[in-house]
């Protein structure tokens, strides 16, 4: 049986380190949702910004913002995920992807695994350990954010149970080629969808690195959509179990992996 999945991507232009503001915005963009996906996706830390004040601006579980992810999930009947700060009793907080279903709560949580070194994301964040997969209308799907998108090495390591990889992110212009290549050979190698939400707008203290969006969707042959606008705009993408299965199953690459001793 081919099962659908109807995903809406949000590419915000998030407003600086200010909450209130950001789910202000979002609740405004989700009320003019023509119709109801079945998952709504939010960029990477998209209630403050990238910001590196981790401490400050970190929560609890079931804070405010997971409680915000919960109330749009209901409010919508439809699941909803994105990135946050998420506090840590051990240590640096978590850059933290959860994902909220309209029931109420939350099931599932997927701590950033690469820290942006380059933006010293490191000294501020905790890395996380491990791959966190959820299920949806029958699709298996795995949480990435951001820099986890230069490792493929996170990606290989549920090809072939997962159905679609979720990146959020705060992508600059400056690389926004990587981002697009990067994302387009994650979802080639690994026979899977890979639906890419990235922030639109300026960001930081100074407000002076830009971000030109090009969210984007590709499918396992490679072919895609993507958001040019570089303004708020709303990624949306109908995928279909049949493709995914039927592509494996013509071209059954990755039967074929071996793994290196050295």
């Not at 998952?39 to 409680?67: H, N």
């Not at 000294?123 to 966190?132: A, I, L, N, P, V």
Request: glycine share 6%.
């Amino acid at each position: 049986m081919n099962r659908y999945l109807n995903i809406a991507g949000i590419q915000l232009d998030i407003i600086w380190e200010d909450k209130e503001a950001n789910f202000q915005k979002i609740r405004a963009i989700l009320s003019r949702l023509d119709s109801k996906p079945d998952l709504i996706v939010l960029p990477e830390t998209f209630a403050t910004g990238f910001t590196m004040k981790s401490e400050d601006f970190s929560e609890p579980q079931m804070g405010i913002t997971e409680k915000f992810l919960i109330e749009m999930a209901k409010k919508t009947g439809s699941t909803i995920g994105g990135s946050w700060i998420e506090k840590n009793p051990e240590g640096m907080p978590f850059n933290s992807f959860s994902i909220a279903r309209p029931s109420g709560i939350i099931t599932n949580r997927y701590h950033k695994i690469h820290p942006f070194s380059f933006a010293e994301e490191d000294k501020f964040f905790t890395s996380g350990e491990r791959t966190e997969t959820f299920e949806l209308n029958g699709f298996h799907i795995s949480l990435l954010i951001c820099y986890d998108l230069r490792f493929p090495e996170v990606f290989r390591k549920t090809a072939g149970s997962t159905d679609i990889y979720l990146v959020v992110a705060n992508w600059p212009e400056a690389r926004i080629e990587h981002w697009l290549t990067l994302l387009k050979a994650r979802a080639i190698e690994n026979q899977a969808y890979v639906v890419g939400i990235n922030r639109v707008g300026y960001a930081g203290r100074k407000n002076q690195l830009y971000h030109n969006g090009n969210s984007a969707f590709f499918d396992p042959y490679g072919k895609g959509e993507i958001l040019e606008t570089k303004n708020e705009d709303i990624l949306k993408v109908r995928v279909s179990s049949k493709e995914v299965k039927e592509f494996r199953d013509r071209f059954p690459f990755l039967k074929d992996r071996r793994h290196i001793l050295s």
